[in-house]
């Protein structure tokens, strides 16, 4: 990590409602949430779609116990998505550098750090908004180890959609990588 990365632990959630789903599973719904923005870190912009994304996952009864912050590019995405998934069983959600401007990597460093794509999930994620600027989303999702990793995009609107499309099978696939069979 660099000196320009911000990591900061959020807060157990515990006693937050859960969704039926949330609250009849066996493997816990656990999750870290990484902003990627040189904004961000360089203290012009606020962090909103992390919020967005934590308060969202929060609401679904998933513990968030990690946000973090880091700056646009390959290395840095590829190395805290390996950091984050080491030992870890829950979701890692991405949150911008998805799009098309010079400094929209995400997908790049989510690439190299992947293990497995699912492509299921990244057109699903994409679809969920026809009519606009999701379809010009490059997110991959995938797995490393037994985390699974989701890129959304770092508009605050466009994060939870893009999430929200998804946010019912995600447990179901922590379950199996935890090397649960629920089926």
Do not use: D, Y
């Given at each position: 990590m660099t000196h320009a990365d911000k990591k900061t632990s959020a807060p157990d959630h515990l006693g937050q409602p859960q969704s039926?789903?949330?609250?009849t599973h066996k493997t816990p719904l656990l999750a870290k949430i990484?902003?990627?923005s040189d904004g961000v870190i360089a203290g012009t912009r606020e962090d909103k779609s992390g919020q967005a994304l934590s308060e969202r996952l929060e609401l679904a009864g998933w513990t968030v116990?990690?946000?973090?912050?880091?700056i646009d590019g390959i290395d840095s995405v590829h190395n805290e998505l390996v950091s984050c998934a080491e030992g870890f069983n829950g979701l890692i959600v991405t949150t911008g550098g998805t799009g098309f401007g010079p400094r929209d990597l995400t997908p790049e460093g989510t690439k190299l750090a992947l293990e497995r794509e699912a492509p299921g999930l990244a057109e699903a994620m994409r679809l969920c908004n026809r009519k606009g600027l999701g379809r010009l989303s490059?997110?991959?999702?995938?797995t490393r180890g037994?985390?699974?990793?989701?890129?959304?995009?770092?508009?605050?609107?466009?994060?939870?959609?893009?999430?929200?499309?998804?946010l019912d099978v995600i447990?179901?696939?922590i379950d199996l990588m935890a090397g649960g069979r629920p089926h």
């Open positions: 039926s789903h949330a609250a990484i902003t990627v116990v990690e946000r973090i912050q880091i490059r997110a991959l999702a995938g037994q985390a699974l990793i989701l890129n959304t995009p770092g508009s605050t609107r466009g994060t939870v959609e893009t999430l929200e499309a998804v447990p179901h696939a």
